[in-house]
């Protein structure tokens, strides 16, 4: 059983940056993916951003060159970086680890980009 916690949401101004973390509570390192996603008010949730357990990655149109993904097999964690932040970023942000064939999520952080 795996559990996921999210940490690191937040109120920021519009061309700020956050990091959110996702802290797991069983052994990740052997998902094949970890990612990101988030939902936003009246919308679906959608991929942010994801990372094999190779280390491919791939990223949201609409996040690339803003956001990073890296992750630490040895923490046990997966992080978000997300730069020049705007607006339309504001979202409940939500860590996802692909342990196939179990999904798991964590009850997600909350993202707000106002001035």
């Known amino acids: 059983q795996v559990q996921l916690v999210e940490s690191g949401g937040g109120l920021v101004q519009p061309g700020g940056s956050l990091r959110l973390s996702c802290a797991a509570s069983?052994?990740?390192?052997?998902?094949?993916?970890m990612g990101w996603y988030r939902q936003a008010p009246g919308k679906e949730r959608e991929l942010v951003a994801r990372?094999?357990?190779?280390?491919?990655?791939n990223y949201a149109d609409s996040v690339k060159g803003r956001f990073t993904i890296p992750r630490d097999n040895a923490k046990n964690t997966a992080s978000l970086q997300m730069n020049s932040l705007k607006p339309e970023d504001t979202a409940v942000y939500y860590c996802?680890?692909?342990?196939?064939?179990?999904?798991?999520w964590g009850q997600g952080t909350r993202v707000t980009v106002s001035s």
């Open positions: 996802n680890a692909d342990l196939a064939p179990n999904v798991y």
């Open positions: 069983g052994n990740i390192f052997r998902s094949n993916a």
């Open positions: 990372i094999t357990r190779g280390g491919g990655t």
